[in-house]
């Protein structure tokens, strides 16, 4: 697999080995800032890995809860993409003219590790109207073991940078729809949900989401968002999102490897016996 030419760049470096040194070429993955406006009024400004920049634009709009639905949309593009070799804003058109910027302006310089940085209360931290997801769904166990070697896969750049996080929806029999690498955990996620936005499959009542990295509460808060009922990932969940999928009835998976994971919340989902 290839990654896209925008994801990667090349450095000369020096490596050690065995007592000896050489230069060598390596490949990185690429972080850039990327300014999202709304209405002609920036919003924020993330660190990401440039690819897929339209659905990590619509993506981080609807799990703000700026968006409800991708209807909102009239326009999405990147700016300046005719002039330069590559664009770092995206404009977002909304067909309603009552975007209040000065409530959700998100003015910051957002670390790529972390998707709520610069919040200006705790009270902005959760998103407001969250719902509980699909009570109804099941996953078989055997379906959650096969998804971490799926998603390896996939991850072209991490392959070539060894890198990068990696989010994937996959559907209630294990089949990938979806995969997207960033930077930043919360952006990779961002992408995918732009993806079903713009593609018309939200909400996602039928779909497992998996992470690579741990599991924070940012994570389970747009899984939430977005409708999915179960969220896995390759490594531990933090204590505030184990309690906020206990409150609303999300299946919270970690250290989904091989075959083994930890259920913290919502077994019903993926434990015929609980």
């Known amino acids: 697999m290839t990654p896209p030419a925008c994801s990667v760049a090349q450095a000369e470096v020096f490596e050690w080995q065995d007592g000896a040194g050489r230069a060598i070429e390596d490949t990185l993955a690429v972080e850039e800032p990327l300014e999202i406006r709304v209405n002609g009024t920036p919003v924020t400004v993330t660190m990401r890995t440039p690819g897929h920049d339209l659905e990590l634009a619509a993506g981080f709009l609807f799990t703000e809860g700026i968006l409800q639905s991708a209807d909102e949309v009239a326009g999405l593009r990147a700016a300046d993409f005719e002039i330069l070799a590559k664009s770092n804003t995206v404009d977002v058109e909304l067909r309603t003219q009552g975007f209040d910027a000065a409530r959700l302006q998100r003015n910051f310089f957002a670390a790529s590790s972390c998707g709520i940085c610069g919040k200006a209360t705790i009270e902005s931290i959760r998103?407001?109207?969250?719902?509980?997801?699909?009570?109804?769904?099941?996953?078989?166990?055997?379906?959650?073991?096969?998804?971490?070697?799926?998603?390896?896969?996939?991850?072209?750049?991490?392959?070539?940078?060894?890198?990068?996080?990696?989010?994937?929806?996959?559907?209630?029999?294990?089949?990938?729809?979806?995969?997207?690498?960033?930077?930043?955990?919360?952006?990779?996620?961002?992408?995918?949900?732009?993806?079903?936005?713009?593609?018309?499959?939200?909400?996602?009542?039928?779909?497992?989401?998996?992470?690579?990295?741990?599991?924070?509460?940012?994570?389970?808060?747009?899984?939430?968002?977005?409708?999915?009922?179960?969220?896995?990932?390759?490594?531990?969940?933090?204590?505030?999102?184990?309690?906020?999928?206990?409150?609303?009835?999300?299946?919270?998976?970690?250290?989904?490897?091989?075959?083994?994971?930890v259920v913290y919340a919502g077994a019903s989902r993926c434990l015929p016996d609980v």
């Open 127 to 261: 998103r407001r109207g969250l719902c509980a997801p699909n009570a109804q769904m099941r996953v078989r166990p055997e379906v959650l073991c096969g998804l971490p070697d799926a998603i390896r896969a996939q991850q072209a750049v991490f392959d070539c940078t060894g890198g990068l996080h990696a989010a994937a929806l996959f559907d209630s029999e294990g089949n990938l729809l979806a995969l997207r690498e960033d930077i930043g955990r919360h952006n990779a996620v961002d992408k995918v949900i732009g993806w079903a936005m713009r593609a018309a499959r939200m909400p996602l009542a039928e779909s497992i989401l998996m992470v690579s990295g741990r599991g924070g509460f940012e994570i389970a808060q747009k899984a939430l968002a977005a409708g999915v009922p179960v969220l896995a990932s390759v490594s531990a969940p933090s204590s505030l999102a184990v309690e906020l999928a206990r409150e609303l009835g999300l299946t919270l998976i970690g250290f989904l490897r091989g075959r083994r994971y």
